[in-house]
């Protein structure tokens, strides 16, 4: 039996990370009950997505990292994609990095990954190199998004943005919406779809359904640090109904690459 403590820096007002991550994870204990895991969160303020205050709590995050070397997780997880990713290309690096070193000051050494690594990472193990995302955020931090991508040579061919500040709100979110605005896609052209560029948008649910309906590998902010999660744990990065990025064995998509250009951003 191998028992792994998930550590999760989580925004203040976020209340999807802490359920849909142990979620997937009770999922792949039904398949695998040898391997079970448990979740430890450690929270840093936040109220309104804002460059601003994203950056006070990217400041803030290695009290957090402190906080879980304490309880000796296994893994830490800074769940913020878009914090990260207002620091330009390479920041998830550096956040994991600047993370690890907190955790070691505080007397235990453990791997740091990043929901925003994790999606750069996801998008590779599928062979995403064009994409159409969705993201709760105004159109500014939504083109954020867009560019840290583009800086990895993926292509978000079309940007839907909720145009959302308030974090609870976002929360809230129904996720039949997120399957009513994938229906609008144009998938024509994209060799994957991000449902969810954010953490604290509820998307679990609608993953196989948006898959289904796509016809094209469905990924969102959670899966994808669930997949990163479970890879540096080395443990195979399998979850029932979760999408072909946790079917198990990388699925390749196959699209070829493109460069150039900017994406539609709407609202």
């Known amino acids: 039996m191998s028992h ?3 550590g999760l820096v989580v925004p203040s007002s976020n209340t999807t990370m802490e359920t849909e991550i142990p979620a997937m994870l009770r999922r792949r204990e039904t398949v695998d009950p040898t391997t079970r895991f448990t979740t430890h969160a450690s929270r840093v303020r936040l109220h309104q997505v804002t460059a601003d205050e994203l950056a006070r709590m ?3 995050s290695v009290r957090c990292a402190a906080e879980l070397a304490d309880a000796r997780c296994d893994v ?10 207002c620091e330009g290309v390479g920041a998830h690096e550096r956040a994991e990095r600047r993370l690890g070193r907190a955790a070691v000051r505080a007397g235990h050494d453990m791997p740091v990954v990043t929901s925003a690594g994790a999606l750069v990472a996801g998008l590779r193990a599928l062979g995403a190199r064009r994409v159409a995302l969705i993201a709760p955020y105004l159109p500014p931090l939504t083109a954020t998004v867009v560019a840290y991508l583009a800086g990895y040579g993926v292509r978000v061919t079309e940007a839907v943005s909720l145009g959302e500040p308030d974090n609870v709100a976002v929360g809230r979110i129904p996720t039949e919406r997120l399957v009513e605005l994938a229906d609008r896609l144009d998938v024509t052209d994209v060799d994957a779809v991000v449902l969810s560029a954010c953490v604290q948008l509820p998307s679990l649910d609608a993953v196989p359904r948006v898959e289904a309906r796509l016809g094209r590998p469905v990924l969102t902010a959670a899966t994808a640090t669930v997949h990163q999660l479970l890879t540096v744990l080395g443990v195979e990065p399998y979850v029932p109904d979760a ?9 390749q998509c ?9 994406p539609r951003l709407r609202r």
């Open 4 to 6: 792994y403590r998930v």
């Open 76 to 85: 830490l997880a800074y769940a913020c994609l878009v914090a990260v990713m």
């Open 254 to 262: 196959g699209g070829a690459g493109a460069s150039g250009g900017l």
């Open 243 to 251: 999408g072909r990025l946790l079917a198990g064995a990388a699925v």
């Open 58 to 60: 990217n400041r803030s």
